[in-house]
């Protein structure tokens, strides 16, 4: 099992940027793909990015394509969600989430992402 710790968020103006961390422990972080969602009030919860356990593929839902970037960094067991430009729609809480499959080569089944952080509330303002 992967304990995750969400870390980063908070209130911005439209237009401006934030960047999440999430900090896992309990299994090798290396080796499995790591994603982000959000889920806004009286919403269903949503996948935004995902990244493989290399961190050679990235995948990014079309609402935030070319606004977010994620990454990750092996030796820090930490993956970050970089988010600019930001706009009043992206106001959720985000969680990240951690495959439960090892060395996947391919973007995880939403279902696949087992172990979940707490969330953290990122708010943007217009």
């Not at 993956?79 to 439960?100: H, W």
């Not at 279902?111 to 303002?125: E, I, K, M, R």
Request: glycine letters at 12%; aromatic letters at 12%.
């Amino acid at each position: 099992q992967v304990q995750l710790v969400e870390s980063g968020g908070g209130l911005v103006q439209a237009g401006g940027s934030l960047r999440l961390s999430c900090a896992a422990s309990g299994r090798a972080f290396g080796s499995y793909a790591m994603g982000w969602f959000r889920q806004a009030p009286g919403k269903e919860r949503w996948f935004v990015a995902a990244i493989s356990w290399s961190g050679g593929k990235r995948y990014y839902a079309d609402s935030v394509k070319g606004r977010f970037t994620i990454s990750r960094d092996n030796a820090k067991n930490t993956v970050y969600l970089q988010m600019d430009s930001l706009k009043p729609e992206d106001t959720a809480v985000y969680y990240c989430a951690a495959d439960r499959v090892d060395y996947r080569d391919h973007l995880p089944p939403s279902a696949d992402f087992t172990s979940w952080g707490q969330g953290t509330q990122v708010t943007v303002s217009s």
